[in-house]
Structure formats: structure tokens, C-alpha cells
């Protein structure tokens, strides 16, 4: 991911600037595993090497302290940090120029180039019958792909301020748009196209079970709605620390966010809530790049990370929650609410049908190109 996301791309995805930021602060005292031989377990024993992407700075600090050094000691396999912008194109240029150096990467299923690499077959399929029980009982199926595994999920969601409403704030969108009963100026997103169209429609009654797909009827009703609102933002975020600051500030009342500042910032006491109702949720996997040089150890770090305690260390450690549910028993007790996989607020949340949105359509332009022209448009009036 790049550090300053291209605007035609900035609606996709987080951009890395904002994933180091909320991780730059640990959330409390990671857990760490237990990091034994007898926790490796022969299975999981070895020598040699992993090479290992990530995003650089304190997010690969927080990796390494939680999952990546436990793995070395419980194992005996070091692990090989390397980082870059984005992972799908270096992914791209190593397979082309025929030599592979990485063996792991966190790719995000919203980026194009990840699908080009996944329809390819640049992946290796993941080896399940590493993982122990726990592991596949705790990561749900829906995380557990062929050749990919959830790493950790990522939130866009309703925030605010204490201050704002001591007797009570919002509790969904419908009340983001009751300005009357939750006054105050409010905040949303410059560039999260889809999610702010999301919201929209959650205030204006939509309801869907499933992944969801913004078909031309569904942007129309949600521009409508968004014209309602739109007099009472009084600044269209574009950074990923500006909506924390200005409900710290007072200069807004609510607001969208991404989760991981929201979290940081609320473990070190900033006076705001968040709402998880509503929320919309992405993935971003784990991979296994075909031809990697130490495919057998990727394979064995994956089935690590994927463990209860680990898990737990690994949400601690980087303010994003992996998928194992097992892992809320080994989290502080005043955490679990605040995340994404917590089972009150995963029942809340909204999930895109993505490869929908990188369909093509008659003119050749995917379907997020299309709602981004809409959006930009809209937002031109």
C-alpha cells in the first residue's frame, strides 16, 4: 500500500499510512504467546527461512514482537522482514522476471491487481492440514479460502464524541441523519466512496443479508439520501487521523472513521464510542506466493498465526483483529467489545460482494469506477 494512496485508488482500500498509524501505538501489553518448542509441535518444527511482507514500521515492529519472533523460538525458523508500497505489483514483477524472493504478503481482495494475480494462479494453495483443531474450528470458512487466508479485517464505522451527547449518542445511521435529536456538525469521508453510499442506504431503511452489491438503483437512493445530510458535514475527511482529532477537538460530534485509530486512540483514553452498527467491514489475506523459496516454512507460519494465543497477540499488537474467534478468551475483557469479530458487533456489520465491484461493465469500466465517477459528481454539486 502506498503512503499517499493515488485519489483514484484511495476509496478502495486503507492506505499503509493509516494501518502504521493505528498500529503505532499498541493497545495495551501484547499478549505473547507461549512460544515453546512444545507449542511449535513437530509439525510445525524446521530450519532455514521465511521471508515475510508487511508494511513496514510499527505495524512490522508489532508483527515481529507478537507472532514473528514467538514463531522463530517455537520453531526454529527465522523470519525475514521485507517491506514495500504495495505487494501486488512487486508480486506481478517477481513472477514476470521468473524469480520469486517473498514467500508471504498481505494483499487486499478490493485491489485489481489482486484478483489478476489470484485468476493466474500466483498463489499456492494454503496447507490446512498444518492447522490444529482449534484453528479450524475458531477461523470461520468464509476466512478460509483455497489459496488465501484472512489476516486481519478492517472497519469503516460510526464515532462520537462523549462530550457531544452525555446523555446518550447515536446508535446507527439513522441517527448520523437526525440532526434534530444528535445536532452537531458531522464528518465523513472524501474518498470512501462505497462505504459512505453504504451508509446511506442503512439510514434510508436498506437492509440486506448477504454481501452487498450498489447497483444503479441502489446509488440513486443513497445520493438522495446523501443531499439530506450533506448541508451538516462540515469537513469531508480525507486522512485517516482526522475525524479521532476532530471529535477530540469538538469540531465534530460524529463522524465516520476507520476502526484501528479509533482504538488506539480510545485505549489510551480519548473520550469517544464507537457504533458497530452499520459498519462495513473488508479482508485483507494472507498469501503464499508461488515459487517462494521457502514455501514449506510460509506454510507453517500461517498455521501459527492462525492459533487462538497468537491471534490474540497479533490483534493486540497491531490494533487489526485476525479471524480466529477462539482468540476473545485471550484478549483483555474491555477489547472484545471495541472489535470488529467481537459476535454482537460481526452481526452488525455490512460486507461487499467484491468481486462485483471489479466487474466490467458495457463501457468497459468496472463497477467501482463507475460509482467513484458517481460519487466525485455528486460531490462536485
Keep these: 500500500m502506498s503512503e499517499q494512496v493515488p485519489h483514484k485508488l484511495s476509496y478502495r482500500r486503507m492506505s499503509r499510512r493509516i494501518i502504521l498509524q493505528a498500529s503505532a501505538a499498541l493497545l495495551s ?91 493466474a494462479g500466483a498463489f499456492t494453495p494454503i496447507d490446512y492440514s498444518l492447522w490444529e483443531d482449534e484453528a479450524l474450528k475458531g477461523v470461520p470458512e468464509s476466512a478460509r479460502l483455497k489459496d488465501a487466508v484472512v489476516a486481519f479485517q478492517n472497519a469503516n464505522l460510526l464515532l462520537y464524541g462523549d462530550r457531544a451527547f452525555p446523555k446518550g449518542g447515536p446508535k446507527n445511521w439513522a441517527d448520523f441523519w437526525n440532526v434534530k435529536e444528535f445536532p452537531g456538525p458531522r464528518g465523513l469521508s472524501a474518498n470512501s466512496t462505497n ?30 439520501k446523501l443531499d439530506q445530510i450533506k448541508p451538516h458535514i462540515t469537513k469531508w475527511w480525507t486522512a485517516g487521523g482526522e ?21 488506539a486512540a480510545i485505549r489510551k483514553g480519548a473520550p469517544i464510542r464507537l457504533v458497530w452498527d452499520g459498519a462495513y467491514v473488508n479482508d485483507n489475506y494472507w498469501i503464499v506466493v508461488k515459487g517462494g523459496p521457502n514455501s514449506a516454512n510460509a506454510q507453517k507460519f500461517i ?53 462485483w465491484f471489479l466487474e466490467k461493465r458495457p463501457d468497459g469500466k468496472t463497477n467501482t469506477e463507475y460509482l467513484q465517477e458517481r460519487w466525485l459528481s455528486w460531490r462536485a454539486q
Excluded at 515492529?61 to 514467538?70: A, C, F, H, M, W
Design 29 to 119: 501489553a501484547p499478549f505473547v504467546a507461549k512460544a515453546t518448542a512444545a507449542f511449535g509441535k513437530e509439525k510445525l518444527a524446521g530450519a532455514g527461512e521465511v521471508v515475510v511482507y508487511s508494511y513496514g514500521g510499527s505495524f512490522t515492529e508489532n508483527l515481529r514482537k507478537s507472532v514473528s519472533d514467538p514463531f522463530t523460538r517455537a520453531t526454529g525458523i527465522r523470519v525475514v522482514d521485507v517491506t514495500a508500497d504495495n505487494a501486488e505489483p512487486q508480486i506481478k514483477a517477481m513472477i514476470e522476471a521468473g524469480r520469486v524472493d517473498w514467500d508471504i504478503a498481505i494483499v487486499n481482495a478490493f485491489w485489481p491487481a489482486y484478483l489478476d494475480l489470484q485468476q
Design 195 to 224: 462505504s459512505d453510499l453504504a451508509f446511506a442506504l442503512i439510514a434510508d431503511g436498506f437492509t440486506q443479508k448477504g454481501p452487498w452489491r450498489l447497483t444503479d438503483d441502489k446509488v440513486d437512493r443513497a445520493l438522495k
Design 243 to 263: 475525524p479521532i482529532q476532530l471529535l477530540i477537538n469538538g469540531e465534530y460530534a460524529l463522524t465516520s472513521s476507520y476502526d484501528g485509530r479509533a482504538l
Design 303 to 355: 498455521a501459527f498465526v492462525n492459533r487462538a494465543e497468537v491471534a490474540a497477540a497479533f490483534t493486540q499488537g497491531t490494533a487489526f483483529p485476525g479471524p480466529n474467534l477462539n482468540q476473545l478468551k485471550y484478549l483483555p475483557p474491555d477489547l472484545v467489545p471495541l472489535i470488529s469479530i467481537s459476535p454482537d458487533n460481526a452481526a452488525k456489520v455490512v460486507r461487499f460482494d467484491v468481486p
